[in-house]
């Protein structure tokens, strides 16, 4: 079993930054995809942005340009840095982790609990 442990959110006023970090734990595991995603009450959950291991990137259309997604590999973290913040970025944020674990290496597919960015206006 792999956990993830999001942290970094907070209030911030529209037009600042904000960086959340998150970080993988557990036995016997290699990860392969990271991501973080956000969801409003009531709203699907959207793609903010991904990572492959190979540093691969890909963004959400609403935040290319303000966020930059970056990794550790050897220390199992990702960092989400969010710039020029916008009200419509409040949201819970989820950090993402698929790859292979345990004596067998079956894949898993692991979430973290969220975390809340509040954009002021």
């Known amino acids: 079993q792999v956990q993830l442990v999001e942290s970094g959110g907070g209030l911030v006023q529209a037009g600042g930054s904000l960086r959340l970090s998150c970080a993988a734990s557990?036995?016997?595991?290699?990860?392969?995809?990271m991501g973080w995603y956000r969801q409003a009450p009531g709203k699907q959950r959207e793609l903010v942005a991904t990572i492959t291991s190979g540093g691969t990137t890909k963004y959400g259309d609403s935040v290319k340009g303000r966020f930059t997604i970056s990794r550790d590999n050897a220390k199992n973290t990702m960092i989400l840095q969010m710039n020029s913040l916008k009200p419509e970025d409040t949201d819970v944020y989820y950090c993402?982790?698929?790859?292979?674990?345990?004596?067998?290496?079956?894949?898993?597919?692991?979430w973290g609990q969220g975390t809340q960015v509040t954009v002021s206006s």
């Open positions: 557990g036995s016997s595991f290699r990860i392969n995809h």
């Open positions: 993402n982790a698929e790859g292979w674990s345990g004596r067998y290496f079956l894949p898993f597919n692991s």
